[in-house]
């Protein structure tokens, strides 16, 4: 069972309390922009073996988004993080390079 640590409210929850909102720091596209970009944003999506970055809302809790860094192989959490964040914290990339050094391939 997949445990993420909500850093809005600081419950740690199950899987069934959250809902997945897919990847993490994607450019969002709006009107007047290229088919082929919009095209992008809707469909080409990342889908790693391994260090990924998504999107969860605390769905049974205090309802907010957050971004969960984690392995898709072991369901390791690395963390989470306020989904307002632009990038990746550092602390958390810092911890996934010392325990999947050349995950950035």
């Not at 409210?9 to 959250?18: K, R």
């Not at 990342?46 to 309802?63: D, I, L, Y």
Request: aromatic share 10%; net charge neutral.
């Amino acid at each position: 069972m997949l445990l993420l640590t909500c850093p809005n409210c600081g419950v740690a929850a199950e899987e069934t309390e959250l809902a997945p909102g897919g990847e993490a720091h994607l450019k969002r596209v709006g009107p007047g922009s290229e088919d082929a970009d919009f095209e992008g944003y809707l469909f080409l999506r990342k889908n790693p073996k391994g260090v990924h970055f998504e999107r969860w809302r605390h769905a049974n809790g205090c309802g907010k988004w957050f971004h969960a860094a984690r392995c898709t192989v072991t369901l390791e959490v690395f963390g989470t993080y306020s989904a307002q964040t632009t990038e990746p914290p550092k602390d958390i990339l810092l911890k996934i390079d010392d325990k999947r050094p050349g995950w950035r391939g």
